[in-house]
């Protein structure tokens, strides 16, 4: 499903990820865990594509999207929701979700994704009605 290889990337000539190579496949959940300055973020930011990597190749459902502009890949349904409780606080927990589908056009499809996650994640199920600027960061 999204494969990462041989991924580098600099902020100038720091480099922040050397020779990353990672695969996760269809209904895997993959955690990145690290020191801060490990390149946790970095990672994330490359595979959205707002950040260019130096080197290797990142393809998502056999795509190649090292190269793509993020929003094209953000259509192909990648998106980073990077710390920061960059929420929409007054708007409810499903309506925030709501605003990442926005780029879609089957509705029925875009329910179905979002009552397959709120399975996922119950608590936001429980709290979907609710403000988005109330719950804790955690």
């Known amino acids: 499903m999204l494969t990462v290889e041989g991924l580098e990337c600099r902020y ?3 480099i922040a990820i050397r020779d990353l190579s990672i695969e996760v496949r269809q209904g895997e959940l993959v955690t990145l865990i690290g020191a801060n300055g490990a390149g946790k973020s970095t990672t994330l930011r490359a595979i959205s594509g707002l950040v260019r990597p130096a080197r290797g190749r990142i393809t998502f459902m056999g795509e ?3 190269r793509k502009p993020a929003r094209d ?6 998106a980073h929701c990077p710390e920061g409780r960059r929420v929409f606080p007054y708007m409810t927990v499903r309506e925030n979700l709501e605003m990442g589908c926005y780029l879609r ?3 029925d499809e875009v329910a179905r994704d979002l009552d397959r996650l709120l399975a996922r994640f119950p608590i936001l199920a429980e ?3 609710q403000a988005a600027g109330t719950l804790s960061g955690g």
């Open 73 to 78: 890949i953000l259509a192909l349904g990648i």
């Open 127 to 129: 709290r979907s009605s």
């Open 105 to 107: 056009h089957d509705r």
């Open 12 to 14: 100038g000539k720091v």
């Open 64 to 66: 190649d999207i090292t």
